[in-house]
């Protein structure tokens, strides 16, 4: 079973750097897709980044690209979300995903954390 545990959330400024942590556990990950999605108050759940834990490929949305770095550290399983020059509209809880690479939809949630960019 599949264990997701995000941390590094927290309230920090517009134009501050913050960088988030998922530990993977329960599996080995090699063919599995892990990705980062954030919901803001009275919003839905919108994709951010995911990376092919395999290889390490990465795809952003447009709202993050450029600022935004997913990467992974395969010995110790865990992903992270690098996040450069952040704005108020990047407030949103931060979730962690996994998919296996024939899924094409993430089936496998962290709890989240908070991150909230003051003006």
């Known amino acids: 079973q599949v264990q997701l545990v995000e941390s590094g959330g927290g309230l920090v400024q517009a134009g501050d750097s913050l960088r988030l942590s998922c530990a993977a556990s329960g599996r080995t990950f090699s063919n599995y897709v892990m990705g980062w999605f954030r919901q803001a108050p009275g919003k839905e759940r919108e994709f951010v980044a995911r990376i092919k834990w395999s290889g390490g490929s990465t795809y952003y949305a447009d709202s993050v690209k450029g600022r935004f770095a997913i990467s992974r550290d395969n010995a110790k399983r865990i992903v992270y979300l690098q996040m450069n020059s952040l704005t108020p509209g990047d407030t949103a809880v931060y979730y962690c995903?996994?998919?296996?690479?024939?899924?094409?939809?993430?089936?496998?949630w962290g709890q989240g954390t908070q991150v909230t960019v003051s003006s």
């Open positions: 995903a996994a998919r296996p690479l024939a899924r094409t939809d993430f089936d496998s």
